[in-house]
């Protein structure tokens, strides 16, 4: 099946500084990735959809210019977390639609948890 | 945001016993999906259930959907302390590319 591949899978840094996290479509294209954050012991939150070629669109309460989206390529977008503070710290999931575009199956990637000290 | 909410937030069992979580929503669907996450680690696809459909089994798990009433229920039975881990539902809309919306989960504790 179609695979989705994050990166860094762990990434602990200091506050003030920024984190960039990337999400990998391995077999197939994908024009649009979605970014999850999930807080401990709670439920994934959609923070913005990443469009290729394109601006992402944030979700309501996401800060664009703390989240930055890019995605350059069909098979891959960014997550940038600038300033990070440990009020960021947690694990941020990406996912994309496989072959079939708007109906096709929706994958995840593993995962990167983010510690901000 | 999130679709809907899901029971009971948490549960605990004795092995061998079946584990019923519950989900509700509140759009049109195309599918609904049931994931499991074990602590700090990824999502582990279960089970898709489409619109049409009413229920469906894979080993252990049986899923049933009911879309007059927006609501959805999993099934582990003859549970096992390794089905200890966090379950949530996540709804999908096929309406455009849309993003799949996850409930708020049920913690799942099977007690050996």
């Known amino acids: 099946g179609a695979v989705v591949s994050q990166h860094p899978s762990r990434v602990i840094c200091k506050s003030g500084t920024s984190v960039k996290i990337e999400c990998r479509s391995l077999?197939?294209?994908?024009?649009?990735m979605f970014w999850y954050r999930q807080f401990p012991k709670q439920s994934l939150m959609l923070m913005a959809t990443s469009n290729e070629g394109s601006k992402a669109t944030y979700e309501q309460g996401v800060e664009k210019d703390k989240f930055l989206i890019n995605h350059a390529s069909l098979t891959l977008s960014t997550l940038t977390v600038t300033s990070a503070h440990p009020e960021d710290s947690s694990f941020y999931i990406c996912?994309?639609?496989?072959?079939?575009?708007?109906?096709?199956?929706?994958?995840f990637g593993e995962g990167s948890r983010l510690t901000v000290l | 945001s999130q679709q809907g909410e899901e029971d009971p937030q948490a549960l605990s069992i004795q092995e061998g016993e079946n584990a019923t979580m519950n989900c509700s929503y509140k759009?049109?669907?195309?599918?609904l999906q049931w994931y499991r996450q074990n602590s700090g680690r990824g999502l582990v696809h279960l089970i898709l259930i489409r619109s049409n459909e009413r229920e469906k089994h894979s080993g252990r798990l049986r899923v049933t959907l009911d879309t007059s009433k927006k609501s959805s229920s999993l099934l582990i039975t003859a549970s096992r302390a390794a089905d200890t881990a966090s379950y949530f539902c996540?709804?999908?809309?096929?309406?455009?590319?849309?993003?799949?919306?996850f409930g708020k989960g049920t913690r799942l504790s099977v007690i050996a």
């Open positions: 996912s994309a639609r496989g072959p079939g575009g708007a109906s096709g199956e929706l994958f």
């Open positions: 077999d197939f294209q994908a024009t649009t």
């Open positions: 759009t049109s669907i195309n599918n």
């Open positions: 996540a709804t999908d809309q096929y309406s455009g590319n849309t993003p799949l919306v």
